[in-house]
């Protein structure tokens, strides 16, 4: 399936399908044992940014940390920035987040926030491009996570076995298959891995 890069994607869409994948894939995959609680108490600000370059979107990514800290974190605890019209490509998304953890540490907030990033072709280095584990990091659309410091330290500490989680992610992906990834996403022609291009299909 192929698709039109510079399509205009409503607010409302690109929310629900993000939200979509939260609750079907992080949650009910357990990707993040951290997401539920939140997801179900709406601590979680969807924000989706119109940004068509780099320069927009820092500042677009300066405004969602400043109106992350401006509230407690039992009202919003994290923030999901996503960027339907910039940054397609994986390479280049890569890339900006080291410009983007610079403008972290620039701003005095390296220890306060950390940026966790997702995207349609997300790739681990040095794992095969059609390996299926590429895809526990693999979001409807470029996406850019705010997380506090504080709120993950203290889930850290509550949860037993964290050094654990990565590795369990990538052996659920394994056993599940891209047939049953494709299960857990809309069934609509503007699913997660549509809007951009398909992503490889694991063999």
């Not at 179900?40 to 405004?63: G, Y």
């Not at 920035?81 to 403008?103: M, R, T, Y």
């Not at 299926?132 to 705010?146: D, E, K």
């Not at 500490?157 to 990565?166: F, N």
Request: hydrophobic share 40%; aromatic share 8%; glycine share 6%.
């Amino acid at each position: 399936m192929s698709d039109d890069v510079s399509r205009e994607w409503d607010d409302a869409t690109v929310i629900a399908q993000t939200r979509h994948w939260v609750e079907q894939t992080v949650i009910g995959l357990n990707l993040c044992p951290f997401a539920n609680a939140v997801f179900r108490k709406n601590q979680i600000d969807f924000r989706v940014s119109h940004a068509r370059d780099e320069t927009a979107l820092l500042q677009d990514l300066a405004s969602a940390a400043e109106a992350l800290l401006a509230v407690p974190a039992e009202q919003i605890d994290t923030s999901l920035l996503i960027h339907p019209g910039v940054l397609h490509d994986f390479f280049d998304f890569n890339d900006f987040i080291g410009v983007a953890e610079d403008w972290l540490d620039d701003a005095g907030l390296s220890g306060v926030l950390q940026i966790a990033s997702f995207h349609p072709h997300y790739q681990f280095a040095g794992v095969a491009a059609d390996d299926i584990t590429h895809y526990t990091n693999r979001a409807p659309f470029p996406t850019l996570h705010l997380l506090r410091e504080e709120s993950l330290d203290k889930a850290i500490d509550a949860y037993p076995d964290t050094e654990q989680i990565v590795e369990r992610n990538l052996e659920t992906l394994r056993q599940l298959g891209l047939a049953g990834w494709q299960a857990r996403q809309p069934a609509t022609d503007t699913g997660p891995g549509a809007q951009i291009d398909d992503p490889p299909t694991p063999g």
